[in-house]
């Protein structure tokens, strides 16, 4: 049992390089999102996807984008890397309808570093 | 002021110490859940509460609705519990969004 599985682990990016965050769960929930953590700081939801074929921004979806390629896959693009953007991201799932009913999977992280 | 506020920020404890970790919230709230980030990122599901008390293993967690008030409890702490603790509420209407607390780091000391 996997869970939910991101890659890369890591990753450093030169300002204005594009890349893309893997995100994967075998557990067939619903609902997939995306979070950055910065130090100190809280979970910030970047975006969403409350059910396949569904995506919507959350709070700081500024310089992301989304693809909810299939039930299972929510990648994460960066178009153009800022620094701003050197953060540990974390892609996560639950069950069911919004995210009060039901816990949360969490995959593993990724640490960017945008120089 | 942020709307979910854990205290204290930092915890230290000795091996078999009680552990209270608390949460208090300024909305109104559909759903509370508390996490755990290990020391190498991963973050876990605890509970999730709606009314009550949870228990799971040595691990506590209530909340009182009308006071707007979570409490995380760890009984016969040890070393393994260090991490840091996450409070997280979904507000009353609000869509998929949690709002998040900002965490408490808990050392347990052999």
Redesign the interface.
Known sequence: NAGVTQTPKFQVLKTGQSMTLQCAQDMNHN?M?WYRQDP??????IY?S?SEGTT?K??VPNGYNVSRLNKREFSLRLESAAPSQTS?Y?C?SSTGQ?????????G??T?LTVV | KNE?EQSPQNLTAQEGEFITINCSYSVGI??L?W?QQHPG?????L??L?SGKKKHGRLIATINIQEKHSSLHITASHPRDSAVY?C?V?EEGS????I????TKLIIKP
């Open positions: 609902s999102y100190g700081m809280g979970l910030r939801l969403y409350a919507d959350g709070e540990v974390f996560a919004g995210a009060s009913n039901y816990g949360y999977t969490f593993s992280g640490r | 979910v559909s759903a859940h996490l990122g991963g973050i876990v599901s509970f999730m709606s996450i997280a979904k869509n998929y969004q949690l998040w607390g900002a965490g």
